[in-house]
């Protein structure tokens, strides 16, 4: 089966599979990637974009590449599920960091979205976000090809908010104010030993399950205490 990992020269990591249906680029499913053990990792969630109630219970992190076709339908196939079962009760707080790893558009991306982040709030970060998978090609050729150029995400941010309010990140984004978040981000994920994305934390601990029905139980469990 096919899948997004960092290529590494080390000993291949644990693969986890959670097979969702038939990608257009024969993904079998979606898969959740990580050589870390289950012990609980320490996040820094201050100056991280999240949805839902800061005061959750749960905290659930997503490790994601915008370039990646597996968290594209991570995003537009199982995080409405997430969405509607855990962030819109108040039950869990859902957090997105940066693994750019697959080529130079990746980390283009995400110092835009952060950029985005950092000049318009986090309800424009959100909807950017959602925009950037929807627009991410079905083509596996793409994942070669500079698709997401500045002037691209450029474009993409203008049908949600102002010129002025592009105009602001566009210039933050060249003066590379938000590289600082991008790179603590990419620190984080070198320092838990993220291999490759989407990889999910639920209150620091990588989860390891195979199926949506898994990811509920860790949750509510979470919210048990337990």
């Known amino acids: 089966m096919s899948m997004r990992k960092k290529k590494s020269n080390k000993q291949s990591p644990k693969f ?19 050589n870390s053990t289950s012990k609980v990792e320490a996040f820094d969630y201050e100056y991280q974009p999240f949805l839902g109630e800061d005061t959750a219970p749960v905290q659930i992190v997503e490790f994601g590449d915008y370039k990646c076709p597996i968290c594209k339908n991570f995003n537009e196939t199982l995080f409405p599920q997430i969405e509607k079962d855990f962030i819109d009760t108040g039950k869990a707080s859902f957090y997105f960091m940066n693994y750019s790893f697959i080529n130079v558009d990746s980390a283009r991306s995400a110092k835009f979205a952060e950029a985005v982040y950092k000049e318009l709030g986090n309800k424009a970060f959100w909807e950017f976000h959602k925009l950037l998978y929807e627009r991410q090609p079905d083509d596996i050729k793409y994942e070669k090809m500079d698709v997401f150029t500045e002037d691209f995400l450029e474009e993409t941010l203008k049908e949600i908010v102002s010129e002025e309010d592009a105009q602001k990140v566009v210039k933050s984004f060249n003066n590379n104010e938000a590289d600082s978040a991008w790179k603590s981000d990419m620190n984080t994920a070198e320092r838990i030993g993220v291999a490759g994305t989407p990889t999910i934390y639920v209150n620091g601990e990588v989860f390891e399950g195979n199926s949506y029905e898994d990811l509920k139980e860790v949750v509510e469990k979470a919210i048990a205490g337990e």
Do not use: M
């Not at 986890?16 to 990580?34: H, K």
């Open 16 to 34: 986890i599979f959670w097979i969702v249906g038939i990608l257009a680029i024969c993904l079998g499913g979606l898969l959740f990637i990580s």
